[in-house]
């Protein structure tokens, strides 16, 4: 079992630039979210999705946008990068109650 | 708007000592309280969860400690080891929304 993995670990764009933030998981749970890390403001919900063709929004969904087409895959896209989405992105998955939510490792993005 | 404050944002506690986290939450309708660990580099993990039915939960060195009607609840972390060292968060769920606390960095000296 690989858990929640994210690809890729690192990446630095050019203000405007777009780009998709890959997430999967393979223990079969309906849940999945992605969550921005900031220093001094904990993780906050950006987008989330309850099972496939099913999304909603978070608390800081702007410039984001999200897809759920399989139970595996939860791809986050940056529609144009703006300097202020400089960040480490967390995605999660849980099982359909949605306690205990599982991070992958994380993807520190860099916006110029 | 912050729903969820958690204090203090760093705590050093010696080896051996009892470290102490603090959260204050504002909506009555979440019904789930975990609290995750962090190391650097590395995604939160969860270590120990409560809902608002139970004054205290214990696994462990780790006990959680729940007042609904002050809305508040606390990490303790009894017997501290330096392997404790990280950064904690507090965090609320109410359905499938989890709001998390700003985060606690804690080092324990050995």
């Known amino acids: 079992n690989a858990g929640v993995t994210q690809t890729p670990k690192f990446q630095v764009l050019k203000t405007g630039q777009s780009m998709t933030l890959q997430c999967a998981q393979d223990?079969?749970?309906?849940?999945m979210s992605w969550y921005r890390q900031d220093p001094g403001m904990g993780l906050r919900l950006i987008h989330y999705?309850?099972?496939?063709?099913?999304?909603d929004q978070g608390e800081v969904p702007n410039g984001y946008n999200v897809s759920r087409s399989t139970t595996e895959d939860f791809p986050l896209r940056l529609l144009s990068a703006a300097p202020s989405q400089t960040s480490v992105y967390f995605c999660?998955?849980?099982?359909?109650?949605?306690?205990?939510?599982?991070f992958g490792p994380g993807t520190r993005l860099t916006v110029l | 708007q912050q729903q969820v404050k958690q204090s203090p944002q760093s705590l050093i506690v010696q080896k051996g000592g009892i470290s102490i986290i603090n959260c204050a939450y504002e909506?009555?309708?979440?019904?789930?309280f975990p609290w995750y660990q962090q190391f650097p580099g590395k995604g939160p993990a969860l270590l120990i969860a409560?809902?608002?039915?139970?004054s205290e939960k214990k696994e462990g060195r780790f006990t959680i400690s729940f007042n609904k009607s002050a809305k508040q609840f606390s990490l303790h972390i009894m017997d501290s080891q330096p392997g404790d060292s990280a950064t904690y968060f507090c965090?609320?769920?109410?359905?499938?929304?989890?709001?998390f606390g700003a985060g606690t960095r804690l080092f324990v000296k050995a």
């Open positions: 999660a998955s849980s099982t359909a109650t949605g306690d205990e939510q599982f």
């Open positions: 223990m079969n749970h309906e849940y």
């Open positions: 999705s309850v099972g496939a063709g099913i999304t």
């Open positions: 909506n009555t309708a979440f019904d789930y």
């Open positions: 409560i809902r608002p039915d139970v």
């Open positions: 965090a609320a769920l109410r359905g499938f929304k989890t709001i």
